[in-house]
Structures are given as structure tokens and as C-alpha cells.
């Protein structure tokens, strides 16, 4: 047995408060207690006149034996489960983000202590608390109505208590899918070098020692930039599109058709509830439109005619523009140029 949890064992016993306090108490509890109810009809007297009278049972039989010895181990398994499977202490969950599928295991640990626990689902999880996956394993989160994320295979990810959802990846992979109406300020991904910003549904972050940052987006757009270099500006990008950020500089490539595959394959398996858009949402000036999205941009088209407003979604086909009218629908075909404003 590990020194460390002995020597751990020893100081809850004599009262030191640690993380096996609670189920020392809980079995010292269970001990202390009678097993029999004492009858209420009978004196003292009668009980010491029993007692004298009474002959001390001898096992003679191997069935006894048997009955005896298998008593004392289940009462010494059940308290040595207690003590080295203690629970996962409850947690403020001010963020709404809870466990919702687990493939292989899950653990849990804060950056005040190193000790892994396992996650199970249907556990909610806040701020402060960092998550791991072990190689072959997934988990899938629930942030909030129409919000999820996988964690992949070997990663880290840390939840900020700065921020309303605000998470840094320490390393490896997650999947985001998120409704399209969020403010580019409500959910940032934080990394070594980069920082990641919403502005669509569903796209991939990837962190690595080796490779550095590497943002991949399947739907929507996705706005990433340095955390090294705030002055390069941040680079805006839209459904096939990849960029890889490093310390010295990023890298903006496109998704071959086997990469996009495989990234809507790994969607698909990503449940969350589609939240639908107010098409005929209108606005009384430019700046209640850019309070409401935290951007505002403008549209040129091939035929030579601007439009202002917020791209707050895109697909295959199609760009979709809040206006300050109502939402309009744009063949991407048409579209030549998009400027940012604010």
C-alpha cells in the first residue's frame, strides 16, 4: 500500500481533516453503532443472571468458520472502498455545464490539487475545475440550451473562472458546437499562444506542444489571433477553413474534402438543441445592432452594392445577414469582399 495513503489514513483517524475524513467518520459512525436493539421488558439483573449462565460458542465446524471469515473481510473491503474511492466534493455549478457521456474514463482535479477523480455522467462541473480524458477516451459536456463540446482523446481543459464561458486548453482536441446567436465576447477558448472567439456554430481546437494552436471550423466563422502578439490582429475564419497559430506566426490553409469528413462525422455524434434564429429580428440604429452582436460588418457584393449588418450565419450556399431591417439571405457566390467595422 502507498506510504503517502497510509500516512494520510493515520492523520484522519487522529483527526487531521483531509480528503478521507468524511468516510472515516462515515465507517467510525457505522462501527460505534449496535447491531441488535436491546429488549425493553427485561432488568438488569436478569441480563447479569443470562450472561453468567451463557457458554462461549466454539467453532468446531468449517461452516462457521466460513460464515466468520467471509463477515470480517466484507466488513474490511466495504471500509477499504470507502476510504479509496472518496467522492467527488459538490461543486457551484454557476456555469450550467454537466456531464452528459462518457467513453472510456473522465477525471476531474482543480489546480490546487493534482489528485484525479472520476467523472461519471449526469455530474456537473464549474469553475475552476480542470477535466482529462485518458488516451482512448471522450467526453461529452453540456454547457448550456443549444451549447456542447467533446473533449478528445489525451486532453486538458481548463475551466476559467474569469469569464461567463471562458476555457483553456491545456492540450489535445475539443469539438464546440454552439447556437449562432452568441456574441463574439460570451465564449472564448484560451490557449499557449492563441485566443479563440465565437462567431459561429461548429468548429475544432487543437493544442499541442509540437504543433501549437490549430483552429478548424466546419460551420459558422470562428475568429482566432495570437495572445503572443496582439498587434498581428485577428483572422476571421469561415466554414473550411483552418489556420495554425505558433509563436512565430500563423498559417491559413483550407480543409481538404477528407478533413471536413471526418470533422462532420466526429459532429455528428455531438447531440445539442438547435436554438432558431428571429429572421424578422429589426434594430432602430447601428448601435443597438452592434450592442446586440459585439460587431458589425459590411458586405460587398459583385455587382458593385455594399450591405451593412451581422453575418450571423453561413453555410455551403448561403450567408445570412442581420440587417438593421430584418435577416436577408446572400448567395456566397456574390459575395467578393467582407469588412469589418467594428
Do not use: C
Not at 125 to 136: A, D
Amino acid at each position: 500500500m502507498d506510504e503517502n495513503f497510509e500516512h494520510k489514513i493515520r492523520k484522519a483517524i487522529e483527526g487531521e481533516k483531509n480528503e478521507f475524513s468524511s468516510s472515516i467518520d462515515k465507517l467510525s459512525d457505522m462501527l460505534s453503532k449496535s447491531w441488535v436493539s436491546p429488549p425493553s421488558n427485561i432488568s438488569f439483573e436478569e441480563i447479569y443472571e443470562k450472561a453468567q449462565a451463557s457458554k462461549v460458542i466454539s467453532f468446531k465446524k468449517p461452516l462457521l468458520y466460513t460464515i466468520a471469515s467471509a463477515a470480517a473481510i466484507l466488513i474490511g473491503a466495504f471500509g477499504f472502498l470507502i476510504l479509496q474511492n472518496p467522492k467527488i466534493p459538490p461543486v457551484k455549478n454557476d456555469l450550467g455545464i454537466s456531464v452528459t457521456k462518457i467513453i472510456g474514463k473522465g477525471y476531474l482535479f482543480s489546480s490546487d490539487s493534482e489528485k484525479l477523480l472520476a467523472l461519471n455522467e449526469g455530474e456537473s462541473v464549474g469553475s475552476g475545475q480542470i477535466l482529462k480524458t485518458e488516451p482512448g477516451s471522450r467526453l461529452f459536456l453540456n454547457i448550456a440550451k443549444g451549447e456542447g463540446m467533446i473533449l478528445e482523446e489525451s486532453t486538458e481543459l481548463e475551466i476559467m473562472k474569469e469569464g461567463k464561458q471562458s476555457f483553456r486548453l491545456r492540450n489535445g482536441s475539443i469539438l464546440v458546437h454552439l447556437h449562432k446567436n452568441l456574441k463574439k465576447d460570451e465564449f472564448k477558448i484560451i490557449t499557449e499562444i492563441g485566443l479563440v472567439e465565437v462567431r459561429g456554430t461548429k468548429f475544432e481546437v487543437r493544442e499541442s506542444l509540437k504543433e501549437g494552436t490549430i483552429v478548424s471550423v466546419l460551420e459558422g466563422r470562428v475568429a482566432a489571433k495570437s495572445s503572443i502578439d496582439p498587434n498581428r490582429g485577428e483572422q476571421v475564419l469561415e466554414p473550411g477553413q483552418k489556420i495554425r497559430l505558433e509563436a512565430k506566426g500563423f498559417q491559413r490553409t483550407f480543409l481538404s474534402s477528407t478533413e471536413q469528413k471526418d470533422l462532420g462525422f466526429k459532429f455528428s455524434e455531438l447531440l445539442v438543441d438547435e436554438i432558431p434564429r428571429n429572421s424578422e429580428k429589426s434594430f432602430s440604429n447601428k448601435d443597438d445592432l452592434f450592442n446586440e452582436y459585439q460587431r458589425l460588418e459590411r458586405v460587398v457584393l459583385s455587382n458593385g452594392e455594399t450591405l451593412e449588418g451581422v453575418i450571423v450565419d453561413m453555410d455551403e450556399n448561403f450567408m445570412y445577414l442581420q440587417t438593421l431591417e430584418k435577416e436577408i439571405k446572400i448567395q456566397r457566390d456574390s459575395v467578393m469582399e467582407v469588412i469589418q467595422l467594428r
